[in-house]
């Protein structure tokens, strides 16, 4: 029987930076509705906490949950940093080294909270402002979890609903913007959505978060002028002090050899573009092949090219031992 575990998300934030809704609604089955009570320090009409905080105070949110079965819920509530990149809707482990302060760091621990049948109730959490304030934006979320699992499907395969919702939060001690900067971190082979890639770390070093952001990449074989492995993608928002990594996909295994990266980003007015050379390995091919559940490509090439150098040496060694031993005879004969 197969078994999935299906995460179903409702991001309640801004269209232009988190491309979540403008209404609280449940995510389909879930169950239960979130909403934030946006305060006084609001600085938009967003559905999300977009604040202007002070140094050294205490900055309470305040969300309501309600629930909307006959059944009372115990739910899950933690808050967390947005921190790779791409702005994903759920809790990650990714933590970039340029940040001072996150989200999560700032604020409480995780809560469970029990909600009863069609009630509402509300939760704080306590955000601690450094006194000394900081410099740019902090990205995070309040994110509600019910941690039951909901089974369904039909015969032949379960089919395991986990639901989930969030409401995202930026915080600014001044609505002044840090101009964002980038960085290429790394270029290695590896995957990405069950596909082979070639993966480009990129970084932003600021406490910035922009949006519309357009990124183009090619990798070359060394000395071709022709594109190996191309991608482009526009209308992505990077997050502040984060990092993640953009693939150019391969539909077949990554041949061995050695490329470059020629990749374009531009985004809040700016540009960034970097070429790097990179190697891949065959050991390196065979591991990404074997992780997508593929067998790894057998090196007809050089196996073949073993084997002719192979036959070359035995045929010379034959004729070296031929020549000795004609010389050889014409030796003993001329001796008699």
Do not use: C
Request: avoid cysteine.
């Amino acid at each position: 029987m197969k078994k999935k575990i299906i995460f179903s998300l409702l991001a309640i934030l801004s269209l232009l930076w988190f491309g979540g809704a403008h209404q609280v609604r449940a995510a389909e089955g879930a169950g239960f509705t979130i909403s934030p009570a946006l305060p006084q320090n609001q600085i938009d009409q967003s559905t999300y906490f977009n604040l202007l905080v002070k140094p050294g105070e205490t900055q309470r949110l305040l969300i309501y949950v309600k629930n909307t079965t006959k059944s009372a819920k115990k739910l899950k509530v933690s808050a967390f940093t947005q921190s790779n990149g791409t702005l994903g809707y759920y809790p990650n482990k990714h933590t970039d080294k340029s940040a001072e302060y996150t989200f999560s760091g700032l604020t409480e621990a995780p809560k469970t909270i029990d909600v009863g049948a069609e009630a509402q109730v509300p939760v704080t959490f306590d955000v601690k402002i450094p006194e000394k304030g900081f410099t740019g934006q902090i990205l995070g979320s309040l994110y509600v979890e019910d941690p039951t699992v909901h089974k369904s499907g039909g015969s032949g395969m379960a089919i395991n609903n986990k639901f989930a919702m969030l409401v995202g939060v930026v915080l600014q001690t001044s609505e002044a913007k840090v101009a964002p900067e980038l960085k290429l971190m790394d270029v290695k082979p590896g995957t990405q959505d069950n596909q082979a890639s070639v993966l480009a770390t990129i970084q932003n070093i600021k406490p910035r978060l922009f949006g519309e952001m357009t990124l183009d990449g090619k990798v070359y074989r060394q000395g071709s002028k022709d594109p190996y492995l191309t991608r482009s993608e526009k209308g992505w928002s990077f997050a502040p002090n984060s990092h993640f990594d953009y693939a150019i996909f391969s539909k077949e295994a990554l041949a061995p050899g050695t490329y470059t990266l020629d990749l374009t980003v531009k985004g809040a007015d700016k540009t960034w573009h970097w070429r790097r050379n990179f190697t891949i390995t065959q050991q390196q091919a065979d591991v990404i092949e074997e992780k997508l559940g593929r067998a790894p490509q057998t090196p007809w090439l050089w196996i073949i090219i073993a084997i002719i150098l192979a036959l070359v040496i035995l045929i010379l060694l034959w004729l070296i031992w031929r020549q000795r031993r004609k010389r050889r005879e014409t030796d003993e004969t001329k001796q008699a």
